[in-house]
């Protein structure tokens, strides 16, 4: 645990403000110096404590001092940043921590860039979509969606895809559309997540733009087109027959997968784009389930799957596992199911009793 404790004390400077001028270890920094030893000092105190009532007595502690500090007038946002993350280590052990929620809105709302960033993550580790205080950062997002900073665009859109209230959805969604044309990918692909949250929580509101969907599962970023998957395996389980007629899409994309024909990053232990293979392969199965037609489309790329994930590990498991009941889904070829067989065979027959589970939940 100490290990664990010293590698997470040794991170803290990088989200404390390694960019400040003059904050150089040496002592030219105190403000920096002063959140990573406040921080790191109640991390090392909870982690020596051997009881829970001294913990809550010391984490009480802590939370008066908090609230002293960011209900004084005279707290800078620097250190008002600091706080927070002490505020978020405190929650995180189940202490609430209630009267920093609104300091948290502030601080996304008036920092610079690196207290923004604190005060977009405390406000989405704070509040739920529904809290009433969510309504005071809508404005803040709608002018961090404009800027023409890079940064700020992100952290309001990445805010947006994690917690944002239902009923002020209107009053971003055009900003949001606007991004899926952004030159740079990861505008274009946070915005993809932000309509795909959008989506599960107000679908009615996002119908209009499922043409935009589409070209977003055509991006020439791999990653745009991954996030695309998310809101397709949605739509496709809520009504496949109004997608079939991108089943050859899905077909080529997994093709191009399992051809280890994308960048090198998106490898999984020597296995090509995993959890996109795997996405890909419910939807074909949703879009196959008694159609002839459209499973005889994805058998080459079904049979190819099965014969690549050969490697021994837990995530071609995972592979062959979507792969049996994909075709297990769609309109059945008595070959597919006969090379499907062989495979819960194997799982059956495993040594390994995770495998053996496997097998047996067909």
Request: net charge positive; hydrophobic share 40%; glycine share 6%.
């Amino acid at each position: 645990m100490s290990d664990v404790v010293e590698r997470t004390l040794s991170a803290l400077p990088g989200l404390l403000g390694q960019h400040d001028s003059g904050a150089g270890l040496g002592g030219g920094g105190p403000g920096r110096v002063s959140a990573t030893s406040r921080l790191g000092g109640l991390i090392r105190s909870i982690t020596a404590l051997a009881s829970k009532h001294e913990e809550e007595k010391l984490i009480q502690q802590e939370l008066n001092n908090l609230k002293a500090t960011v209900s004084a007038p005279t707290t800078t946002l620097r250190l008002m940043k600091e706080c927070m993350v002490r505020l978020i280590y405190c929650e995180m052990l189940g202490y609430e921590a209630s009267f920093g929620y609104i300091h948290a809105i502030k601080l996304a709302q008036q920092g610079n860039l690196l207290e923004k960033r604190v005060g977009y993550l405390a406000v989405s580790l704070f509040l739920h979509e529904n809290h009433e205080l969510l309504l005071l950062l809508v404005n803040t997002v709608v002018k961090d969606l404009q800027s023409t900073n890079l940064v700020e665009v992100c952290m309001a859109l990445t805010v947006v895809s994690q917690i944002f209230p239902r009923e002020m959805i209107p009053a971003v969604l055009p900003l949001i559309e606007d991004k899926l044309q952004h030159s740079k990918e990861i505008i274009r692909r946070k915005a993809v997540q932000a309509l795909y949250k959008f989506y599960l929580i107000a679908p009615n509101q996002v119908q209009h733009i499922h043409d935009k969907f589409r070209k977003a599962l055509c991006d020439r970023d791999v990653g745009v087109m991954a996030a695309s998957l998310h809101i397709y395996l949605q739509m496709v389980k809520e009504n496949s027959s109004g997608y079939k007629d991108l089943t050859g899409s899905f077909v080529t994309i997994l093709k191009q997968v399992v051809g280890g024909k994308l960048p090198i990053d998106f490898n999984y232990h020597s296995v090509p784009a995993p959890w996109f293979q795997i996405q890909l392969l419910r939807i074909l199965g949703l879009l196959g389930k008694d159609d002839p037609r459209t499973s005889e489309l994805m058998y080459d790329v079904l049979d190819e799957s099965l014969r690549r994930a050969e490697i021994n590990h837990n995530i071609t498991y995972a592979i062959l596992f979507e792969c049996v009941q994909t075709i297990y889904t769609i309109y059945p070829k008595s070959d597919m199911l006969e090379k499907a067989a062989k495979c819960i065979g194997k799982f059956v027959l495993s040594p390994k009793i995770n495998l053996k589970y496997l097998g047996m939940d067909f």
